[in-house]
């Protein structure tokens, strides 16, 4: 992946509030509780859909229903708009600001072409009723004024079995990247302890969710 090397090439730059003398602790905080805002907006989404929709569509589209309650009501693709929060807040955590460029711009680009797709699939199944609930429901950023109560129940097992690898890849990117900035701009090799403190947490979430939901204990019915 491309933007690897522009990772570490970044990571020179980075440092840029310590550098300037001032504790970075607030905007590490910060950068955390956006991509956790990002993966809430996923949970929340996930937590109301059926069975056969809003999946990891890696091979062909699929959609067994079209959603157009709850998150769907507001944004047609809050998946895509909360993965896009979760990536500002890792990107973020570097202080570079054009890797930050780079990266929301390498974002749209890929993400636009997986959306269009999606929509044409979804135009091509649904006819009438799809057109009707674009029309009034923004592709991407939230407008409340049309929001409908979900159709479903909140499902937290659903939540559980779907999201694990999300917060685990929150969980470790931002340690990472501390990891390597204060390595490469510092030369301190070491993992601060609350940065270490998160990634035992998500690790261990990730190892207990994946062996649940192997057990098939995260199942629902219908979902």
């Known amino acids: 992946m491309i933007i690897l090397p522009l990772l570490f090439a970044a990571l020179y730059e980075s440092e840029v509030l310590k550098r300037m003398g001032i504790d970075d602790l607030y905007y590490e905080i910060f950068c955390l509780s956006l991509s956790l805002i990002g993966l809430a907006i996923r949970?929340?989404?996930?937590?109301?859909?059926?069975k056969g929709t809003s999946g990891r569509n890696t091979r062909e589209q699929k959609a067994e229903k079209l959603n157009t309650t709850g998150v769907y009501s507001i944004v047609r693709h809050p998946l895509y708009f909360g993965n896009f929060i979760i990536f500002l807040g890792i990107i973020l955590s570097t202080q570079v600001w054009w890797?930050?460029?780079?990266?929301?711009?390498?974002?749209?680009l890929y993400y636009e072409r997986i959306m269009f797709a999606e929509e044409a699939f979804l135009q091509e199944k649904y006819g009438d009723a799809y057109s009707e609930w674009a029309a009034k429901t923004p592709a991407f950023l939230p407008s409340f004024k049309n929001w409908q109560k979900p159709s479903l129940s909140f499902s937290l097992k659903n939540v559980l079995k779907r999201e694990y690898t999300a917060f685990f890849a929150i969980t470790t990117s931002l340690p990472v990247i501390d990891f390597l900035s204060d390595g490469i701009v510092e030369g301190r090799w070491e993992f601060d302890i609350g940065w270490s403190l998160l990634f035992i947490v998500g690790l261990i979430t990730y190892l207990t969710l994946r062996t649940l939901k192997k057990l098939k204990i995260l199942d629902v019915d219908g979902r």
């Not at 949970?43 to 059926?50: F, M």
């Not at 890797?99 to 749209?108: C, D, K």
Request: aromatic content about 16%; charged content about 0%.
């Open 43 to 50: 949970c929340l989404t996930i937590g109301y859909v059926p």
């Open 99 to 108: 890797f930050v460029l780079i990266g929301v711009l390498s974002y749209i």
